[in-house]
């Protein structure tokens, strides 16, 4: 997902997707674990996707904090 579409996102569905992407990583190194994968690099797209809403997220309570 890219970052604009993770701007558009409201806080509270932003909280939702990290949840939902943490789960799935979770899913699939369990999966990995037992010779299941589809590939890690599923695994790396999902660790990025989570960067980016956390640094949105993290903008938003600055930008909250500084009156803006």
């Not at 999966?31 to 299941?36: C, F, K, S, V």
């Given at each position: 997902?890219?970052?604009?579409?993770?701007?558009?996102?409201?806080?509270?569905?932003?909280?939702?997707?990290?949840?939902?992407?943490?789960?799935?990583?979770?899913k699939?190194?369990?999966?990995?674990?037992?010779?299941?994968t589809?590939?890690?690099?599923?695994?790396?797209?999902?660790?990025?996707?989570?960067?980016?809403?956390?640094?949105?997220?993290?903008?938003?309570?600055?930008r909250?904090?500084?009156?803006?």
């Open positions: 997902m890219k970052a604009d579409q993770v701007r558009e996102l409201h806080d509270n569905e932003l909280e939702v997707q990290i949840t939902d992407l943490q789960a799935q990583i979770w699939l190194r369990f999966q990995a674990a037992t010779g299941q589809e590939g890690l690099g599923k695994i790396r797209s999902l660790r990025r996707t989570i960067a980016r809403s956390k640094t949105i997220q993290r903008e938003r309570e600055l909250k904090s500084n009156g803006g």
